[in-house]
Every structure is written in C-alpha cells, then in structure tokens.
C-alpha cells in the first residue's frame, strides 16, 4: 500500500518542480532555438581555413532563412572579420621561476556593413579570457587543457555575434 503511494508523490513533487522551473522562464541551454537573423543572404569576409569562420556559417545557415553566400555583391550584409588572435600570458610564478598560471585570450574584431559600405555594427573588439593552472609535470595533458580551452572561448564568440547579428535593425 505504501509503494504506490510513495511513487505518486514522488511523481507529483517532480511534476511540481518541473512546472516551477518552466513557469519562470528556466529552459536548458541551447533549447531557445536557434538566433533568427534580420538578413535573407550574408557574406563572411574569413579566411577558408579558419574554424571561428566555418563555425560562423554554420550557425548563421543553422539560424533559418538566412544563407552564406559566395560572393559580397548578392548579400544583403557582410561579416568582416578583421582580426583574430589567440594570446596568452603568465599570471603567477612560483619561487624559482615556473609558470604556475597562464592567461588565455581571444580576441574577435569584426564589423557589419551592408554591400553598400552602410555600417551596421562599427568595428568591435570582443575579448574573451580564461585562466588555466599550470604544471611542468603534465605539459602534454595542459596543452590538450588549452586548446579545449580555446574551442570554448571560440564558441563563446561566436554566440556573441550571433546575438549582436539578430540585434541588427537594417532599415533604421
């Protein structure tokens, strides 16, 4: 008599739970959809081998209507990349001298115009930074560690510019 009890108010306290958490607004990560871009045809000014560029298309072709075009002169706005860097600097040393931290950075310049040479966004920097403990004794797992790093700080920036993108107002 008591397991079905038991397994009904445990079902109503997680039915309760769930309702709660959707009724102020709580939903998973990446479960909103994805960003609806105010352009019909985009242009990406990024070198072909570059995995921030192909991550770009990816998720303005993943956005809806929009579509990456080949060429600058049939899009409706155009994404230049202006720079892109990853850097790094030490932060703290220990008392004979070895790096015991590192700062990674990444920094993203871009600006959006039309084909026109009608800016929508001005050149903007976006910089992104991530501190990484640092040891001797495992430089090889602390590489992999850095360079997972960096894929993350990339994803960052790219929904960063995603969401500036879907603030555009082309006709204002």
Do not use: W
């Amino acid at each position: 008599m008591l397991k079905p009890r038991r397994a009904f108010f445990s079902f109503a306290t997680s039915l309760a739970a769930v309702a709660l958490l959707a009724g102020c607004g709580f939903h998973l990560r990446g479960s909103q959809g994805e960003t609806v871009l105010p352009f019909k045809t985009m242009y990406v000014s990024v070198a072909d081998t570059s995995s921030l560029g192909a991550e770009l298309k990816r998720h303005i072709r993943a956005s809806g209507d929009t579509e990456t075009v080949a060429d600058a002169k049939s899009a409706e706005a155009i994404l230049d990349v202006l720079t892109e860097a990853k850097t790094e600097s030490t932060l703290t040393l220990n008392s004979k001298g070895q790096i015991r931290e590192l700062a990674l950075y990444y920094t993203l310049r871009f600006k959006v115009r039309n084909n026109a040479g009608k800016e929508f966004i001005p050149a903007t920097d976006i910089t992104l930074k991530r501190e990484l403990s640092f040891n001797e004794a495992v430089v090889l797992a602390k590489e992999g560690e850095k360079q997972l790093l960096y894929r993350d700080m990339q994803s960052d920036l790219v929904q960063q510019v995603m969401r500036r993108l879907a603030a555009i107002k082309p006709g204002a």
